[in-house]
């Protein structure tokens, strides 16, 4: 069924449309009433109008578009068969069969349906009552309503036969012809393995020998009632429903349908021996309640397969995720062991040491928690430094650069790096002055799968910085300096190795006069350019 805006086609495009949908029509029409003359020539009823079925069928998949050509080809075809009959049929009776297929398209929209009615039993049962009952009884009241001043048209019957005699095969139609053709819309396909190919032949061959049976043998049971032996074929729709889904079911109903009225329209099989009437509705009885066993069916092992893929789908998700959790939790684990390590070597009491460490494993949290919050998918520069860097600070620190996504995966090592430049600058550069500013400048460009991204972290202004120290002599006997700088170095040396090793990049630090002057670049893997 089609949903949203129409696309825009050519005028050649749609007179070529226009006229294939036509032909389709007239050629229908012309069939349904040449194959079933004789019926219709005894009792003015067809046991199924396979016109109706084509023409939803080509007003759901293409659209009200084709409606023109669907009056163009029942104005040809009641032309060739009425018009000698009274002008004003072929000019009415196409109105109703224009409507007719309008009418169950809109009342399956109106209902509820989704675009695909085969797919769930809900949309089947709502198929059936707009497209096979409402729309069909509506569109033949019309029809009825118009050409009742016409006796020849309707055969002088009363007005309720006239309207059953035009709706009921229009509906068994909707029901049988129509399901056919959707069922290749949108409908997931089954690869053909050597089981679902033995299903098949199993189904043909017993099909062709209860039919045969059925319509070739079973007149010489005398009074058994062998009309009744047509539902025999009802397990070969439910075996064709189970296996091969809506399409399955929708196929078998269509054969099995086609060979019905065959017989019936020859006298042959379990209706040779009936009323004219009584047969015919004995066969359209008979077509409606298959096909509506194969549509429920066939949407029930629909609604299985979209399930069972749904669950795998699930399984391999949660697969995935416990995988990715795994590697993540080994992953921190493995930074928090390195966080200890470089920590215990620039502590020189337990107080100091459990301080590093606290700061640290609460920037791991509270990175973790952004990204868990956010169901691990990217997140921008700057909501990874508000993320860990206290409220105070974040507001004296001045982010200037492109929107950016960081990799879920990279965006651990790069917080720690943030985190550790802030908490410096907290200790010992310019935001431990309450007018200190920091501005974080960053570009970004192309590079491989991914970006390089280039930051500059520049303090200001503040108290005179000097660098840490990297002699011996400068250090205290138990290897720290007097004012902590031991502990800014072994951040300094934490930065470092974490853009080294997990974001592929090199750093630079200076401590001129006027503050503190950072630059280094990272590689993020599969980030996007920014525009």
Not at 358 to 363: F, Y
């Amino acid at each position: 069924m089609p949903v949203g805006p129409p696309t825009p086609v050519s005028l050649p495009y749609r007179l070529a449309e226009i006229a294939v949908v036509a032909f389709i029509t007239c050629v229908a029409m012309h069939l349904g009433q040449s194959e079933q003359a004789g019926l219709l020539r005894q009792s003015g009823v067809s046991p199924l109008w396979p016109a109706t079925g084509i023409n939803i069928a080509l007003v759901f998949l293409l659209g009200p578009r084709v409606l023109l050509g669907i009056y163009l080809g029942s104005l040809i075809d009641n032309t060739l068969t009425f018009g000698r009959v009274h002008p004003s049929i072929p000019v009415l009776a196409p109105i109703a069969d224009t409507i007719e297929p309008l009418l169950a398209l809109w009342l399956y929209r109106v209902s509820g349906g989704q675009p695909q009615p085969l797919a769930r039993s809900t949309d089947v049962i709502r198929f059936g009552l707009t497209a096979a009952f409402a729309a069909p009884a509506l569109s033949a009241a019309l029809g009825v309503a118009m050409l009742w001043h016409i006796p020849d048209f309707v055969n002088n019957k009363p007005p309720i036969r006239a309207w059953i005699a035009w709706g009921l095969p229009a509906g068994v139609g909707a029901l049988v012809v129509t399901p056919a053709l959707l069922c290749w819309n949108n409908l997931p396909r089954l690869p053909w393995s050597n089981t679902l190919r033995l299903h098949a032949a199993g189904m043909f061959v017993s099909l062709a020998a209860l039919e045969y049976w059925v319509f070739g043998n079973a007149a010489s049971l005398g009074d058994f009632g062998h009309h009744l032996l047509i539902f025999l074929v009802l397990p070969i729709i439910v075996w064709a429903a189970l296996v091969f889904g809506a399409r399955g079911g929708a196929i078998a109903v269509l054969v099995i349908s086609l060979v019905a009225i065959i017989g019936a329209v020859r006298g042959l099989g379990p209706f040779n021996n009936l009323p004219l009437v009584r047969a015919l509705l004995i066969l359209q009885v008979y077509l409606a309640a298959f096909s509506a066993v194969s549509l429920l069916l066939g949407a029930v092992t629909e609604e299985r397969a979209a399930a069972y893929r749904a669950s795998l789908k699930q399984a391999q998700t949660i697969q995935l995720l416990f995988e990715e959790l795994n590697h993540r939790v080994r992953n921190n684990l493995a930074s928090l062991l390195s966080l200890i390590d470089l920590s215990r070597s620039a502590s020189g009491d337990v107080d100091r040491f459990a301080n590093l460490i606290a700061g640290r494993v609460q920037a791991m949290a509270e990175i973790h928690s952004v990204l868990a919050s956010g169901r691990w998918v990217s997140m921008t520069i700057d909501d990874l430094l508000r993320s860990i860097a206290p409220p105070d600070a974040a507001r004296r620190i001045d982010c200037d650069g492109p929107s950016v996504q960081t990799p879920p995966h990279q965006a651990m090592p790069l917080g720690l790096v943030l985190h550790e430049l802030v908490v410096n600058s907290l200790k010992y550069g310019a935001l431990a002055s309450s007018d200190g500013r920091v501005r974080l400048k960053w570009s970004a460009e192309p590079d491989g799968a991914g970006l390089r991204i280039r930051f500059t972290w520049r303090e200001m202004p503040s108290s005179r910085v000097s660098p840490p120290p990297r002699n011996s002599h400068d250090l205290l006997p138990d290897g720290h300096h007097a004012n902590g700088e031991g502990i800014r170095r072994s951040g300094l040396d934490l930065i470092a190795g974490l853009i080294r090793s997990d974001l592929r990049g090199s750093a630079k630090f200076s401590f001129p006069p006027d503050g503190a002057l950072h630059s280094f670049d990272v590689h993020l893997q599969d980030a996007l350019n920014p525009a």
